[in-house]
């Protein structure tokens, strides 16, 4: 890694007030000297946590976004000052390219297990990787999916790039901000069976117990019909979601076939007719952010905790 002399300079102020870290990531302890200087995220949730947490001026840019048509209008006003280095997963060599420290990222969010791009791959180039808390099943074991998965993440970040109170402060407004907007609801009559549909139409990719959304759904009170499926984001049959009959749908908004496009093949193919969320036209859209880990869980939870009242 090349370092110009105002990332050496930043580098000598941090490490004077900054003592040495480490902090767990997945199956790894990662010791940081220094808080990182020229961090990249991917994909547009990972790259939120980074921006609430106050790190663009830490970052050299971004990847993974546009490749899958993940950026709206909030997204795209809050990386404008931020390159994306790469539209899908990056290579070895865009990182190295881009001089990066840090690479905050996840399996199977920019990281393939056995691919180019992993912890040990980046190591020898200075490159230390900080691995998304929900993508650690793909490399060994962990409980299911909860809400705090993604506090660990924004608490972990904090660690690694000194701003733990900032961290702490979010973390704690996240929580009393989602326990007072529950605690003013009406409670449920019944907990609703919920189905959630990513993509796929020959076979659905949906979430299991591993994936946030199931965390989202019992946080709103409800049961993800897949939460016996021993993965995180995964594809099953069919004949399993009919034969589980959810009263609740919800779609995945992102890529090139919309929640719309996802809802309308449900609901005007036969084989769906007698599940109960198709016949009662009970759809709600979370968009790709909202589904995986970050900032924007606690808006997903009031909106699937809202319509579920709404049945």
Same mark, same amino acid.
């Given at each position: ?7 050496? $300079?930043? =580098?000598?102020?941090?490490?004077? $007030? ?26 547009? *949730? ?13 970052? !050299? ?9 993940? =950026? ?6 809050? !990386?404008?000052? =931020?390159?994306?280095?790469? +539209? ?28 180019? %791009? ?27 999916? +909860?809400?705090?998965?993604?506090? @660990?993440?924004?608490? *972990? ?5 000194? %701003?733990?109170?900032?961290?702490? +402060? ?23 069976? %919920?189905? %959630? ?16 959304? @199931? ?8 049961? @993800?019909?897949? *939460?016996?499926?021993e993965k995180s984001w995964a594809t099953v049959g069919w004949e399993a979601v009919v034969a589980r009959d959810p009263e609740v749908i919800v779609t995945v908004n992102y890529g090139e076939v919309t929640a719309d496009q996802k809802r309308a093949f449900m609901m005007e193919n036969p084989a769906f007719a007698d599940i109960d969320a198709v016949r009662n036209d009970r759809f709600i859209v979370l968009e790709y952010a909202e589904a995986t880990p970050g900032p924007r869980n606690i808006e997903a939870v009031k909106t699937l ?7």
């Open positions: 890694m090349k370092l110009t002399f105002t990332t050496l $300079a930043a =580098l000598m102020i941090a490490g004077s $007030a900054f003592a040495q870290t480490t902090v767990q990531s997945c199956d790894r302890e990662v010791t940081f000297d220094h808080p990182p200087q020229a961090a990249v995220a991917n994909d547009v *949730n990972l790259l939120e946590m980074m921006l609430v947490l106050g790190l663009a001026d830490r970052m !050299v840019g971004y990847t993974g976004i546009s490749g899958w048509n993940k =950026l709206d209008q909030e997204m795209t006003a809050g !990386v404008a000052a =931020l390159p994306e280095l790469s +539209s899908k997963y990056p290579s070895r060599e865009v990182l190295i390219g881009a001089d990066a420290d840090f690479f905050f990222a996840g399996w199977n969010y920019g990281m393939k297990v056995g691919g180019e %791009v992993t912890p040990e791959t980046l190591a020898p180039f200075g490159i230390q990787v900080y691995e998304l808390t929900e993508s650690c099943i793909h490399i060994g074991q962990k409980a299911p999916s +909860s809400m705090e998965d993604m506090y @660990n993440d924004l608490r *972990n970040l904090g660690t690694i790039f000194d %701003v733990s109170d900032r961290a702490e +402060s979010l973390i704690e407004g996240y929580q009393a901000e989602l326990d007072a907007f529950l605690a003013a609801l009406p409670p449920l009559e019944a907990t609703p069976r %919920v189905f %959630v549909y990513d993509s796929g139409e020959d076979v659905p990719f949906t979430a299991g117990a591993y994936a946030m959304p @199931n965390a989202l759904i019992e946080a709103a009170g409800g049961t @993800n019909i897949m *939460n016996d499926l905790a809202t319509a579920f009242r709404e049945r």
